[in-house]
T-cell receptor, first 113, second 113 residues
């Protein structure tokens, strides 16, 4: 069965620090990969996605993620975080033959001014 | 912009009651999903519908049923509510295609007393 692991459950950073959130998945076939973000009191929204082509994808608000097939990873990065990045971040994956997503358990990010 | 509307933001019910959670999307999406979100567990798929009157069980369907009589509306039914169904329930919709992102509603926080 497919699964997604987010090893960082809670991350605390100061503004301007760099961010990297880990995401690993278990599925040997071709996958689509997503990062979603949930700001406090808001609905989940798409941050970025990868389904083919350049393994380095750029999303909204300065976020990027790199797909490394050999490591089954899709880590999220941002060079300099802001207080407004405080949110919960979810990695998700699906196999190419299904529209259903498998979500990770989420990483709660707190950024202090 | 895609709009996914969940009928209630907060709901309090008693054990044994039959509970209906409603979700409407305005983008003519074929796919609709119901998840529950619990701290430390991420999002878990309850049911998925890929067309009117078509449904597929997700990872945790026990104690739930769904109804999709019209394309824009997807209802989640708790047949006999129990305290372990206290949770945040999220509805999502998407176009068909594994690379298509899902669009989420604001969620319904359901408490079963």
């Amino acid at each position: 069965a497919q699964s997604v692991s987010q090893h960082n459950h809670h991350v605390i950073l100061s503004e301007a620090a760099s961010l990297e959130l880990g995401c690993n998945y278990s599925y040997g076939g071709t996958v689509n990969l997503f990062w979603y973000v949930q700001y406090p009191g808001q609905h989940l929204q798409l941050l970025l996605k990868y389904f083919s082509g350049d393994p380095l994808v750029k999303g909204i608000k300065g976020f990027e993620a790199e797909f490394i097939k050999s490591k089954f990873s899709f880590n999220l990065r941002k060079p300099s975080v802001q207080w407004s990045d405080t949110a919960e971040y979810f990695c998700a994956v699906n196999a190419r033959n299904t529209d259903k997503l498998i979500f990770g358990t989420g990483t709660r990010l707190q950024v202090f001014p | 912009d895609v709009k996914v509307t969940q009928s209630s933001r907060y709901l309090v019910k008693r054990t044994g009651e039959k509970v209906f959670l409603e979700c409407v999307q305005d983008m003519d999406h074929e796919n609709m999903f119901w998840y529950r979100q619990d701290p430390g567990l991420g999002l878990r798929l309850i049911y998925f519908s890929y067309d009117v009157k078509m449904k597929e069980k997700g990872d945790i369907p026990e104690g739930y049923s769904v109804s999709r009589e019209k394309k824009e509306r997807f209802s989640l039914i708790l047949e006999s509510a129990s305290t372990n169904q206290t949770s945040m329930y999220l509805c999502a919709s998407s176009s068909q295609g594994a690379y298509q992102p899902q669009h989420f509603g604001d969620g319904t926080r359901l408490s079963i007393l």
